[in-house]
């Protein structure tokens, strides 16, 4: 079984800091997404990184594949009050069909 | 506008009864998805289904069964719930392609009491 953990699990900080949320495996992905949940709803498609060394930009959010495609991060700048939620990510591989294996989560809260 | 729904969105039963949760999308994809959210576990995949006729385990599918008899629906059925059970069940629906956006309803809370 493929595992993905994510690091930190927590984190509290206020609004105008940045933070990077890390996503590790030991396995090999052909790609990786990451998603945004709040809460009573769904996980939300962020981006998806395709690329070892990929680096996406979403605003003020940046996405980063691991050369190796085992690994990526999420960097947060300036973090605002509406980035609070529960971040995913998320690896597929080729020839499972979007069969995604998830990571443990990053539960973020920005307070003002 | 296309959606994917679930229902119900709450539900509390008890040890040993069957309970199915219903999904329903009209983007006509061909890929359906059940993953429970548990805390510490994140999501975990419980059946998946490539198209009509089509399910497959995941896992996480002792317990549980899927049925896909059209395109649209995909319900999943605790044959005897049991308080392990509970938790938040999310289906998602995709297009065949590989890598494509996966869309998620918005989960049922199911308590096994």
């Known amino acids: 079984t493929q595992l993905l953990e994510q690091s930190p699990q927590f984190l509290s900080i206020q609004e105008g800091e940045n933070l990077t949320v890390y996503c590790n495996s030991s396995?090999?992905?052909?790609?990786l997404q990451w998603y945004r949940q709040e809460p009573g709803e769904g996980p939300v498609l962020l981006v998806t990184?395709?690329?070892?060394?990929e680096v996406k930009k979403l605003k003020r959010l940046t996405f980063q594949f691991g050369d190796a495609r085992k690994d990526s991060s999420l960097h947060i700048t300036a973090a605002q009050p509406g980035d609070t939620g529960l971040y995913l990510c998320?690896?597929?591989?080729?020839?499972?069909?979007?069969?995604?294996?998830f990571g443990t989560g990053t539960r973020l809260q920005v307070t003002l | 506008d296309a959606e994917i729904t679930q229902s119900p969105r709450h539900k509390i039963t008890e040890t040993g009864r069957q309970v199915t949760l219903a999904c329903h999308q009209t983007?006509?994809?061909?890929?359906m998805f059940w993953y429970r959210q548990d805390l510490g576990h994140g999501l975990r995949l419980i059946h998946y289904?490539?198209?009509?006729?089509?399910?497959n385990k995941g896992e996480v599918s002792d317990g549980y069964s899927v049925s896909r008899s059209n395109t649209e629906d995909l319900p999943l059925t605790l044959e005897s719930a049991a308080s392990s059970q509970t938790s938040v069940y999310f289906c998602?629906?995709?297009?065949?392609?590989?890598?494509?956006?996966?869309?998620f309803g918005e989960g049922s809370w199911l308590t096994v009491v």
């Open positions: 998602a629906s995709s297009e065949s392609r590989v890598g494509n956006t996966i869309y």
């Open positions: 396995s090999v992905f052909s790609s």
């Open positions: 990184v395709v690329t070892g060394g």
């Open positions: 998320a690896g597929l591989n080729t020839g499972t069909a979007s069969k995604l294996t």
């Open positions: 983007w006509n994809h061909n890929n």
């Open positions: 289904s490539y198209g009509v006729q089509d399910t």
